[in-house]
């Protein structure tokens, strides 16, 4: 995990501890309280699961283009091999 993630997740949760606080303390009826609870909570599993499909694209992106590096730095050292064979023949 880098540390922009940590930091991500660290004031996602930091927000949530915040709401949740917020809401707790609110003079609301009990009923009305966990309407918006289950409103946030909703929100915040909505925001979670993009974040969590960003995350994932973004690792399947890097992992794609690691890959393609891999793939030139053998067809260079392919290429190399070949003409110091062609030099020594």
Do not use: C, Y
Not at 53 to 78: H, I, T, V, Y
């Amino acid at each position: 995990m880098t540390t922009k993630s940590k930091i991500a997740l660290g004031i996602l949760g930091a927000a949530a501890a915040g709401v949740v606080i917020g809401l707790l303390i609110a003079p609301e009826k009990g009923s009305e309280m966990r309407k918006k609870i289950k409103k946030t909570a909703g929100g915040w599993a909505d925001n979670l699961s993009h974040l969590f499909e960003r995350g994932k694209e973004e690792a399947e992106n890097a992992l794609d283009g690691a890959k393609e590096k891999l793939r030139q730095s053998r067809s260079a050292a392919e290429d190399k091999v070949n003409k110091i064979k062609e030099s020594l023949s």
